[in-house]
């Protein structure tokens, strides 16, 4: 008697069991567990649908929440093409599932299950933010390693190491939102990556390249200035600030920093050509010509090296005639004297616009300038052969 009565509890039970809106859960669980994740999921959104039937057990029930973003995980997981249909952002669908499941857990039973899924999470998360970057999805790879960051400053996650920073993440985020065109994102990033170090002044150069195309070129020269402070042997960093400083016409500041530069790295030609172009804005020629040739010693094949300076000297030949032009004609000795003058300036611009014709030979400009210094010192062979190559003989 006794026996009977047991087993008609159990299967009182078992029918109690089976019409509790839970079991929904359980046979989500199941179902995801034998590779029914169509099904999974179907039985898993009913039991988080507020219309059905006794919905309020399972929609605050973390449980339900920690399955449905295992369900999420394992579609994101999962090589079967139609499978994948099943969501359109599986690893989205997870992430604010297991957060759910978190925030629902007053008692922390379920905090361990979810902590490891999480982890697990991150390392999908960070699959998917380098796929998506390699493809040039750089919004979707922001979101991911934003979802990471998340995590990674969940209670449960930062329990364990509570001073950890993930600065890769947080620089590539910085990258993903730099090349997704979201620079306020980018600086905020690369920001907070460049507080711990990372990747040195670089970070300060990506920095300002941000604020710059957010065209805020005060706040560029400022993230530069802040870098030098810290990485002051830093080339890039000082090439940077020049630059700026060259774009807002600050002359001063640009040829001080430049002249740093030049301390740090006496054997870089672009610096003395940069040096040059600041001497001759300023109009000290000789500086200039001293600076440009620095540069030509350093790198002969220095294309604007070259045509700065026989530019330089050409127009000195240009002005010599405009001088000996204002002389009245009575004075003709004293006028070819003058004029003479100019030949000495052509002279000296001539090697350097040719050895720009070597470098670059189909630039027009040049064969242009060399046109009218052949002319100009008689080389009339030269002359012809220029205006062959330019296409007006």
């Not at 009182?12 to 029914?36: E, F, H, M, W, Y």
């Not at 449980?63 to 449905?68: G, H, L, Q």
């Not at 090589?79 to 249909?85: G, N």
């Not at 740090?264 to 940069?274: I, K, V």
């Amino acid at each position: 008697m006794k026996r009977t009565i047991i087993l008609l509890n159990l299967a009182i039970l078992i029918v109690l069991a089976s019409c509790s809106p839970r079991t929904k859960v359980t046979s989500s669980q199941n179902l995801k567990d034998t590779g029914k994740l169509s099904e999974a999921v179907e039985t898993i959104e009913q039991a988080i649908d507020p219309n059905q039937e006794k919905a309020d057990k399972t929609l605050t029930w973390p449980k339900t929440w920690e399955v449905r973003g295992e369900i999420y995980q394992a579609i994101y997981q999962s090589e079967d093409e139609s499978v994948k249909k099943l969501s359109e952002d599986p690893l989205t669908e997870a992430f604010e599932s297991y957060k759910k499941a978190l925030d629902l857990d007053e008692k922390d039973r379920f905090a361990n299950s979810v902590k490891v899924k999480l982890t697990l999470l991150s390392n999908d998360l960070t699959n998917q933010a380098v796929e998506a970057f390699n493809e040039e999805n750089y919004e979707k790879a922001l979101k991911s390693f934003e979802q990471i960051l998340a995590i990674n400053e969940m209670d449960v996650i930062k329990q364990d190491n509570p001073e950890a920073v993930d600065t890769v993440i947080i620089f590539n985020a910085g990258l993903a939102a730099y090349n997704s065109q979201n620079y306020d994102k980018a600086v905020e990033y690369y920001e907070e990556a460049a507080k711990h170090g990372y990747n040195g002044a670089r970070t300060y150069s990506l920095i300002a390249n941000a604020h710059q195309l957010n065209k805020d070129t005060v706040a560029a020269l400022e993230s530069l200035q802040e870098g030098f402070e810290k990485y002051p042997n830093n080339n890039d960093i000082l090439t940077s600030m020049i630059q700026l400083y060259l774009d807002m016409e600050q002359t001063e500041e640009a040829m001080k920093y430049l002249d740093m530069a030049i301390k740090q790295d006496p054997n870089n030609a672009t610096f003395h050509f940069a040096q040059g172009t600041l001497h001759e804005k300023v109009e000290n020629k000789e500086k200039a010509i001293e600076a440009y040739k620095k540069a030509i010693e350093i790198d002969s094949d220095m294309f604007n090296a070259n045509y700065n300076l026989g530019a330089l000297y050409y127009n000195e030949g240009v002005e010599q005639i405009e001088f000996a032009n204002t002389i009245p004609t009575s004075e003709n000795e004293r006028y070819q004297e003058e004029l003479a003058k100019a030949d000495k300036w052509f002279k000296l611009a001539l090697p350097y616009m040719e050895k720009c014709h070597e470098i670059q030979p189909d630039d027009n400009m040049t064969m242009e300038s060399l046109k009218n210094l052949y002319y100009r010192l008689k080389m009339m062979d030269k002359y012809n052969e220029m205006l062959e190559k330019l296409g007006q003989s």
